[in-house]
């Protein structure tokens, strides 16, 4: 023990007088092994803690520190109780003993045998004895995880102070300027607020403390090490300025007033914060204020060039409105609704119906977003707006007309999706074929760059009626208003990896060899590679890729035919059906360049029963053999022979269209097949419809003629 006792005193004075730093861990070392205990330490450096010279006593308490940021897990509850006591004592020490102290204390604040009532007699010798932003960075820093550790573990106790501990926190803030220290401010803040802590008198004080950095203006040093971005300072703030309605008053003002500022990215900050705010509030909140936030956004959206911030204001009007429409059913939050929304309707409803059309779809815009919030809003403000559009639709010129529709469109269509069609399964089924049809001509006609409310509930619901309902017309609407508005809702590289033909063809291909359903995958390929008439073109403004149809042809066409050599002979049909009705949608000149490829297939197909592979087929070759390929010509015996047996076809369809290859091939080298061809076109020269008769002369006449 004497051995012990000695070489402690070593460590001591080498640290002390000796400035040797590293015998701080020998003495950790020495505490962990139980060579000596703390409190045996402290008796240790009695002469260094009582020592004249400031300097001597700020290396024993610093010595102390240290070995007690290692040890703290190893202190029993009464060397706590007894370190504590001094270092509350260190604190009305000398200025340079000050940041070994709090070193010290922040190790105590981990202890998990801390003594009752310990914490709120730490904080208060804190908030009494030490002015927090003298101090330097570290030791700031040092002060705020204090606070942290302690609101982690005494929760209750701290919470006993009531609002001195608030007051007590204002004061050690008040004036941070380190970003870093920022965000430990904040997350106390946030603490204070999220858990309940009294604010009592000092609820500004907390607000004016934390706000005076808002919005947050802060661009980090390059190669920062301790990467902190200006959205992690963003963020933080603002759930706190957002964590309470004790704050409505402060904050809304603050907003408005950071709306008129001329740095945009204070105006986005601001938008969003109000965005996230009014989900806590109540109408009562935000009363007062009403007409100024309103103010701010109209202007935001009449004059704005940004898009973001347009975003942001009409996101912030539709949080507003949908919260004044939560609030409780009373006649005062009712009052405050309609008063809110008549201020929308005063400034938007006669631009819709102005000869300048700058200002059209800005008010459109906003009373869309007002729309968007609540099925109250959207009865209000479309009862008011749509019978004016209406009959201004009725009485305008063909321009006005134009920009009449539109608006009729966005509004009506925000309209739709509010009241009825997320409830469509409540009515009859000609109902819900009316909203979900009325709906596709809304959405599926509007440019990409608007945007849909609710678009997450709305694909949902789409889906769903898609994959469920019974009635055709419904789920087919619903299925084309869920491809129009994927098609214009999601851009570039999404699509191209999740929302291409490429996993809807695999799914049709592996249908093919099915025997119920292989006829309609075979089907299918021609809707693939056609237009839309209603949902999916240009004139409805849908992404429509150039040369889709050759890439897709140019991906599959291997495929069908080394399935339809594979396939059993029950099941050719549906490959060859495939084939064609790819190959029909082609441009004329790719028909000709893959056609000698694909010829004996499509000879096939001539052949094959199903009178819409005839009909596609036959579709396919009219058009090539007006300039026909060498492979062509080389299989013109196989060809006319197939072609006149569809000239007795039972689909007319058909025979007129066999008619009509018959008649070009009039121009080819055919005079061994004259006679053949001539005696065959006997027979439908007296067919009983007289579109077929009247193919049937002119096939005639042209072979006549070619024969002489």
Known sequence: MAADRTLLLSLVEEFVSGLQDSKAKDTSKGVKDGQFTVLQLVEAL?????????????????????????????????????????????????????????????????????????????????????HVQSLMLAERACVYNMLINLMETREAELKGLGADFVFGFVQSMDGERDPRNLLLAFQIAKTIISRGYDLGKFTEELFEVTSCYFPI?????????????????????????????????????????????????A???????????????????????????????????FQTSSERIESACLAALTALTSCLSRSVLSSESEDCLSTF?????????????EPDLKLVW?????????????????????????????????????????????????????????????????????????????????????????????????????????????????????????????????????????????????????????????????????????????????ACHADVRIMYRQRFFSENSAKLVQGFNAAPQEKKPNY????????????????????PALLSLLLEALSCPDGGVQL?????????????????????????????????SPAMDVRIASLRCIHALSRFPVLPFRAQVLRALARPLDDKKRLVRNEAVQARGEWYDGSC
Not at 275 to 294: I, M, N, P, R
Not at 341 to 352: E, G
Not at 616 to 639: F, G, K, M, N, W
């Open 616 to 648: 596609s087929t036959l579709s396919c070759l009219e058009p090539v053999l007006a300039d026909p390929p060498a492979a062509l010509i080389q299989q013109l015996e196989a060809l006319v022979s197939r072609l006149l047996a569809l000239t007795s």
């Open 267 to 301: 105006k986005l900050d601001s938008l969003q914060t109000l965005t996230v705010c009014v989900s806590q509030y109540e109408h009562k909140d935000l009363a007062e204020f009403l007409e100024g936030l309103w103010v701010s956004i109209r202007r935001e959206v």
């Open 362 to 538: 800005p008010s459109a815009k906003l009373l869309q977003a007002s729309c968007s919030a609540s099925i109250r809003a959207s009865h209000v403000i479309t009862a008011s707006v749509m019978p004016n559009i209406v009959e201004q639709y009725n009485s305008r010129t063909q321009v006005k007309d134009d920009r009449s529709c539109k608006v009729i469109a966005f509004i009506g269509m925000t309209c739709i999706v509010q009241r009825s069609f997320v409830n469509y399964d409540a009515g009859s089924t000609w109902r819900q074929s009316q909203m979900v049809c009325l709906l596709m001509g809304c959405v599926c006609s509007l440019p990409p760059s608007v945007r849909i409310p609710q678009l997450d509930e709305l694909l949902s619901e789409l889906e769903e009626m898609s994959c469920t309902c019974t009635h055709t017309l419904s789920y087919t609407s619903a299925a084309k208003c869920f491809a129009g508005l994927i098609n214009k809702s999601l851009q570039g590289a999404l699509v191209l990896q999740v929302f291409n033909l490429r996993p809807c063809s695999h799914f049709l291909f592996s249908l093919l060899d099915n025997t119920d359903l292989g006829s309609m995958a075979a089907d299918g390929f021609s809707l693939l590679m056609s237009d839309s008439a209603d949902v999916l073109n240009r």
């Open 217 to 265: 203006d802060f661009t980090p040093p390059p190669n920062d090490p301790h990467g902190i971005t200006k959205e992690d300072l963003i963020q933080m703030l603002r759930a706190v300025l957002t964590g309470t309605p004790k704050f409505a008053e402060f904050l809304l003002p603050l907003i408005i007033e950071k709306l008129d500022s001329d740095v945009q990215s």
């Open 46 to 130: 009695g002469l260094s803690l009582t020592s004249s010279q400031p300097h001597t006593r700020a290396r024993g308490v610093q010595l102390l520190s240290e070995v007690l940021q290692e040890c703290y897990g190893d202190l029993t509850e009464r060397e706590v109780e007894v370190l504590i006591a001094f270092y509350e004592n260190r604190l009305k020490d000398h200025y340079v003993i000050t940041p070994p102290v709090l070193r010290g204390l922040k190790a105590l604040t981990k202890c998990t045998v801390l003594p009752p009532g310990s914490a709120v007699s730490m904080l208060r010798s804190l908030f009494q004895d030490v």
């Open 576 to 595: 060859l059906k495939a084939l064609s009705n790819i190959v029909n949608k082609l441009p004329k000149q790719v028909q000709v360049t893959e056609l």
């Open 341 to 353: 929304l008549d201020l929308v309707l005063k400034d938007c409803k006669h631009h819709l119906s």
